[in-house]
């Protein structure tokens, strides 16, 4: 199975081919929606090559989650910490936006590959806004500092109205995905899908991978969540994650890997969709060629019955004939 990037591949992109062609100060004015309806806005004037306004907008929040001033909580501290020198909040970001940074190229530092590698942080910045909350219980359970009362349900937004939840306990984070669905057919895959997802992981090789669950009902840890977050058709994904998850660069995995969870199940129902339905036109393309061959050449029936050669025959002939 194909794992998403953490980042946003056309935002990377954008972003190289600015740094490359700086010096020609052509103006850009890009818009564009991606995965879980985030939206990117990427804008530079002539006036100030050098500067690039990076603006992105969340998906809609629902009533459960703790969107303080239009962003999650604890993004404003992880954006300063991850883009720290080159990057500055605009406050307040232009409309219709959440967050919009404002991009130095001139602070970049002049090594190629640490250049690229705070372009490909930068492109991850929907990973870094969103993941915060995550990121930041996450970092609790690697230090082990997590009050020993401390099991509340903490509800995090990942999709427009929709939301997955977080339980936090002393040795382990609990993490669980309603899995909603518009298309019958997709809900169907999905469905499928995730029950073959669970029982992949018990395989030998994935031994140390955290344990997934499935159920059509919401599990226990959801008895405290509001009822109209707990509709979902597809069933409920739980992962449980434990200290080893998180240690050193794991943490910075795990967060991508949950942040783009159902992001990466709806791509590979596409998929799914997309190759039953070739091999469905290859099945019926080859039944179409099959009846072709079967069908009798007009052409070559009329040629053998203009063809044909009548004789008259005597009597005597056609009594020889009879009886030979």
Not at 117 to 139: C, F, T
Not at 152 to 181: G, Y
Request: charged fraction near 25%; charge should be positive; include cysteine.
């Amino acid at each position: 199975m194909i794992l998403l990037q953490s980042h946003s591949r056309f935002l990377l992109q954008t972003l190289l081919n600015r740094l490359r062609d700086i010096e020609k100060g052509v103006e850009l004015d890009y818009h564009w929606v991606e995965f879980d309806d985030i939206r990117y806005h990427v804008q530079v004037s002539m006036k100030n090559p050098h500067l690039v306004l990076l603006s992105l907008s969340l998906p809609t929040p629902p009533p459960e989650t703790d969107f303080p001033g239009g962003l999650p909580s604890g993004a404003v501290e992880a954006v300063k910490v991850a883009y720290a020198g080159v990057v500055q909040i605009l406050d307040p970001p232009r409309d219709g936006f959440n967050l919009t940074l404002k991009l130095n190229f001139s602070k970049f530092p002049p090594n190629e590959d640490r250049r690229q590698a705070l372009l490909v942080k930068i492109a991850s910045v929907r990973e870094i806004v969103l993941g915060a909350p995550l990121r930041a219980l996450l970092k609790h359970l690697a230090t082990k500092t997590i009050s020993s009362d401390m099991d509340q349900l903490v509800a995090l937004v990942h999709r427009p109205n929709e939301s997955f939840f977080v339980i936090p306990r002393v040795d382990k984070v609990i993490v669980v995905f309603p899995m909603r669905f518009k298309d019958s057919i997709d809900t169907v895959l999905a469905t499928s899908f995730l029950q073959e997802f669970v029982q992949a992981r018990r395989t030998a090789g994935l031994n140390n991978a955290p344990p997934c669950l499935w159920s059509s009902s919401p599990p226990l840890e959801l008895n405290k969540a509001p009822v109209e977050a707990l509709s979902a058709n597809a069933g409920f994904v739980s992962f449980v994650i434990f200290p080893r998850h998180v240690e050193g660069r794991k943490l910075d995995r795990t967060v991508s890997s949950l942040s783009t969870f159902h992001a990466y199940v709806s791509y590979h129902v596409k998929c799914s969709e997309g190759f039953m339905h070739t091999r469905m036109r290859r099945r019926v393309e080859s039944l179409i060629e099959a009846l072709d061959r079967a069908k009798p050449d007009v052409a070559e029936s009329k040629n053998l019955a203009n063809n044909r050669s009548f004789k008259r025959l005597s009597l005597k002939e056609a009594h020889a004939n009879y009886h030979s």
